[in-house]
């Protein structure tokens, strides 16, 4: 029992220093995502954003990109990028709040069950809206570029767009829930051994 509790705060350690890593980037990115509100959109005319089509990048004269459209990508990547950082965050937490009963040397206590079974809600919620931001995201990149007149020639006569919608989250969170499962049946089993001593 006392290796596991020595690995549990090695890894407790890790995490504390990861936390605080996550927390100030968190605090650098939401400043910048707030001076970037304060950018008129004609600003953002200034300067056009490569084009990056799988392995081909192209560079793209100003006036084939809106700025409205760029702008609003700009502030979806880095809502998109709170997003997932405020989720590492939780995670990061709650994993050393799970860390905290090994520590001691009760790996099977009560509340590792429920703050698994937390967390996994947290990853089915949070994977769903970051899917949508990402879909969301996709369809404004398509806008901020004038495709057809990019595009379209006697060469290519037609386009088409596919989204793609990641769904590991559904599976991360189907693997939460069978740990908190797990964990919560260890409790059980512990709390009866514990009964009969």
């Given at each position: 029992m006392s290796k596991l509790s020595k690995?549990?705060?090695?890894?407790?350690?890790?995490?504390?220093?990861g936390f605080w890593c996550i927390l100030v980037f968190t605090g650098i990115a939401l400043l910048i995502s707030i001076l970037a509100l304060c950018v008129?959109?004609?600003?953002?005319?200034?300067?056009?954003?490569?084009?990056?089509?799988?392995?081909?990048?192209?560079?793209?004269?100003?006036?084939?990109?809106?700025?409205s459209?760029?702008?609003?990508?700009?502030?979806?990547?880095?809502?998109?990028?709170?997003?997932?950082?405020?989720?590492?965050?939780?995670?990061?937490?709650?994993?050393r709040r799970?860390?905290?009963?090994?520590?001691?040397?009760?790996?099977?206590?009560?509340?590792?069950?429920?703050?698994?079974?937390?967390?996994?809600?947290?990853?089915?919620?949070?994977?769903?809206?970051?899917?949508?931001?990402?879909?969301?995201?996709?369809?404004?990149l398509l806008n901020m570029y004038d495709l057809d007149a990019l595009f379209l020639s006697k060469g290519i006569v037609d386009y088409t767009v596919k989204f793609n919608t990641d769904l590991s989250f559904i599976v991360a969170f189907l693997v939460l829930q069978l740990l908190a499962f797990i964990f919560k049946y260890g409790a059980e089993l512990q709390q009866q051994a514990d009964e009969t001593l």
């Open positions: 690995t549990a705060s090695h890894l407790d350690n890790f995490l504390k220093i008129p959109v004609s600003e953002f005319d200034a300067f056009a954003p490569d084009l990056t089509l799988g392995n081909i990048t192209f560079t793209v004269a100003n006036n084939q990109v809106h700025p459209a760029h702008k609003a990508n700009i502030l979806l990547i880095t809502a998109t990028g709170l997003l997932s950082c405020g989720y590492v965050v939780y995670t990061v937490h709650t994993l799970i860390l905290a009963p090994m520590i001691d040397g009760e790996p099977f206590h009560k509340t590792v069950s429920i703050r698994l079974k937390r967390l996994s809600w947290v990853t089915l919620i949070g994977g769903g809206i970051l899917s949508i931001l990402n879909t969301v995201l996709d369809y404004i």
